[in-house]
Each structure stands twice: as C-alpha cells, then as structure tokens.
C-alpha cells in the first residue's frame, strides 16, 4: 500500500506560483511513475503531467505546457509540481497519483493507469 500526502495548494492571484508536493513515505520511490492529475466541479479529472520513474520522461497537459514543471527527488521520496502563470481555469483540487511495475521510461497519461491517489490539495487562482 502507497500513501501519499499532498501538500502546497492555496489561493493565488492570476500570474502568481504554487509549487505543490506529494510525499510517498517508506516505499521504494525510484519504482514509482508519479503523476498529477486536477479536477474542477463538474468536469472530470484530467492530466496535468506524469513523470517515469526513472525521470528521463515527462508528459504535460497542452494547457499547462511552459508553465508548470514536474520534478521528483527519489531520495526524499518526493514529487513536485512547480506552477507558475497560474490563471483562474487552472482552478482545481490536484492529486498525485502513483503506478509502479512500469517500464523506466512509462508516465501514464490517463487516470486509470494509477492505482494509488493521494488525497488532494486545493488551488484556487483568483482573477
């Protein structure tokens, strides 16, 4: 079993940055392709990027391509999403998601593809 534990989200003007991270503790993270996926009210949840566990692979949404970053630090069992730019539509509750068996290079894109989910964080960008 993965637990994994969001954190960073909050209420940013329109243009500002958040920087969420996602916590895996006491599992081997290096065998985990993590991705972030957000969901607003009444839509589904939908990709924001995924990253292979071997990091080499990232995958991004075309909404958020050149303003949001994925990065992971194995060693502190960690993944980040950096956002900048953020505008009103990027509103949402993001989860982190996690998958392993993969290959090194795999980062799922869709949401079925993880069967762990951390709990989600809100962000909420005001315009």
């Known amino acids: 079993q993965v637990h994994l534990v969001e954190s960073g989200g909050g209420l940013v003007q329109a243009g500002g940055s958040l920087r969420l991270s996602c916590a895996a503790p006491g599992v081997t993270f290096s065998s985990y392709a993590m991705g972030w996926f957000r969901q607003a009210p009444g839509k589904e949840r939908e990709l924001v990027t995924a990253i292979s566990r071997s990091a080499d692979n990232t995958v991004y949404a075309d909404s958020v391509k050149g303003r949001f970053t994925i990065s992971r630090d194995n060693a502190k069992n960690t993944v980040y999403l950096q956002m900048n730019s953020l505008k009103p539509e990027d509103t949402a509750v993001y989860y982190c998601?996690?998958?392993?068996?993969?290959?090194?290079?795999?980062?799922?894109?869709?949401?079925?593809?993880?069967?762990?989910w951390g709990q989600g964080t809100q962000v909420t960008v005001s315009s």
């Open positions: 998601a996690a998958e392993s068996g993969l290959r090194r290079f795999d980062a799922p894109g869709k949401h079925w593809e993880y069967s762990y």
